[in-house]
C-alpha cells in the first residue's frame, strides 16, 4: 500500500524530484525559494531510485542519498519521500499519475531550468504537462537555453507571468512558470567530481 506523507485536502503541495546525487544546499534554496513564491503548504522531495537519462554507474546507493536528502532538506515543511521507490517508478510521468490516484492535494511539480531544457527526451514528456502544473526555477546557465528548448516553445501559450507565480493552480493544465532567482554555483556534477579523488585516496588510509 502506498504510504503518503501527512497532508490535508486541498494543500499546495510542491513536488521536487530527482536523483540527488548528491542533494546540495542550492538543491535546498530552490525548495526554499519555490515554497515561497508559490506559497506552498509542503514541498515533497521525491528521490528517484535511478534517472533513466542517466547512468546507474554515476549514481550513489539509493539509502546514501535519501540520508544525505534528508539532512539537507531541514525544514518543518519538507518532506524527503521514497514514493518512487514504493510504485517501483523511474518516469515521472508514472508516478504524477499514482499521485493523483491517491489525493486531492494540489500538486504542482518543480524542477530546475536544466530539466525544462531536456523536457522532451523525458518518458511522456507532453502527458507530464497536461496533467501537472509545473514551476520551473532558474539555473546558472541554463535559463536561456531552458526559454528557447522544445518544451517551452510548444507550450509558449500555456505559460504564466513570472511575477505571478502563485496564479499557477487557478486553471487547468497544461500551465507553467518560470521563476527568476538568486543563483548559487552547486551542483551535483561538481561534488561527484571533487568526492571521486577523496574516495580513492581514503582507500590508502
Request: proline fraction near 7%; charge should be positive; charged fraction near 20%.
Amino acid at each position: 500500500m502506498l504510504k503518503l506523507p501527512p497532508h490535508g485536502p486541498q494543500q499546495r503541495i510542491g513536488l521536487f524530484g530527482g536523483s540527488f546525487n548528491p542533494a546540495h544546499e542550492g538543491h535546498r534554496q530552490v525548495a526554499l525559494y519555490a515554497m515561497k513564491r508559490l506559497q506552498l503548504d509542503w514541498v515533497w522531495w521525491l528521490v528517484s531510485p535511478q534517472n533513466p537519462l542517466k547512468s546507474s554507474a554515476e549514481t550513489s546507493d539509493y539509502a546514501e542519498r535519501m540520508a544525505l536528502t534528508k539532512f539537507m532538506a531541514n525544514h518543518p515543511r519538507f518532506v524527503v519521500t521514497d514514493i518512487e521507490k514504493q510504485i517501483g517508478s523511474r518516469y515521472t510521468a508514472e508516478t504524477l499519475r499514482v499521485l493523483k490516484q491517491h489525493s486531492d492535494a494540489e500538486f504542482i511539480w518543480i524542477m530546475g531550468a536544466d530539466s525544462l531544457g531536456s523536457l522532451s527526451r523525458w518518458y511522456q514528456w507532453t502527458e507530464i504537462m497536461g496533467d501537472m502544473q509545473i514551476a520551473v526555477l532558474a539555473r546558472p546557465g541554463y535559463s536561456i537555453r531552458a526559454l528557447s528548448s522544445k518544451a517551452a516553445i510548444r507550450y509558449q501559450h500555456k505559460r504564466i507571468p513570472g511575477d505571478r507565480p502563485q496564479a499557477l493552480g487557478s486553471k487547468a493544465p497544461p500551465r507553467w512558470v518560470f521563476i527568476s532567482m538568486p543563483l548559487r554555483k552547486e551542483s551535483s556534477t561538481a561534488l561527484r567530481a571533487v568526492a571521486k579523488p577523496f574516495h580513492a585516496a581514503s582507500k590508502f588510509w
